[in-house]
């Protein structure tokens, strides 16, 4: 039984976030929503139980290129901090980073088990093999 229903991503263009990671991370689209005027509210990828939505959202904080990389040293700030897909080994870490790099976003740490990078909007995201 999986206890994470979804997680709402708020973004400014839905389309070519979900797009991105549907691409780097192979996950299919579930379904999508539309706003009453029929332009794109939603859609909703499928991760193998839960649902990540990516939602319209009206206002964000501060856009991608403003955002400075995280630090070791950083604490965690309020919201969320970070959206993390597990992959079996090193060598599927290494296409997920590939494939990330490829679309323009570059890695801005690793650790021994896991890559950090960002979403076109901003939003940090990684990738993980660490042994739960």
Partial sequence: MSLLHHIAL????????????????????????????????????????????????????????????????????????LLTFTVADAAERRAVEARAEAAGQPIESRSDFSSYFRDPEGNRVAVSHYPL
Avoid at 32 to 44: A, C, K, N, V
Avoid at 52 to 63: K, N, Q
């Fill in 10 to 81: 708020g973004v400014a263009e839905v389309e070519a976030i979900a797009a991105f990671y549907r691409e780097i991370f192979g996950i299919q689209e579930r379904t999508r929503h539309l706003y009453e005027d029929g332009r794109l509210r939603s859609i909703w990828l499928d991760m193998g139980g839960p649902v990540l939505m990516v939602e319209h959202a009206a206002a964000l904080e501060a856009p991608a290129h403003q955002r400075r990389a995280l630090q070791p040293s950083d604490a965690v700030g309020e919201g969320l901090f």
